[in-house]
């Protein structure tokens, strides 16, 4: 993926990265130190937020069992906007 963004980026192409979050989930510190630095690499444009409509009961039993703390919506966010991307 960070080699098709990367060639797309260079040929003038706008990458709009499509992020499906889901709260106390997505905004997990591992998952903020994993997405800031993709997009610092890529070069993406703009990350836009969308709600994974999933049950969250469903989902959460699928999920394996997370490390790090929720930093909260607001704090992931801010960590996209710390890279100079667009956040919609």
Do not use: H, W
């Amino acid at each position: 993926m960070v080699r098709g963004v990367k060639y797309a980026r260079t040929r003038g192409v706008f990458v709009s990265l499509n992020l499906l979050v889901m709260p106390g989930v997505s905004d997990r510190e591992e998952e903020v130190a994993a997405l800031q630095p993709f997009v610092r690499a890529t070069g993406v444009n703009q990350v836009q937020f969308r709600n994974l409509n999933i049950d969250p009961d469903l989902y959460l039993v699928l999920l394996p069992k997370a490390q790090g703390q929720a930093l909260g919506m607001r704090s992931l966010l801010q960590a996209v906007r710390d890279t100079g991307v667009s956040v919609r």
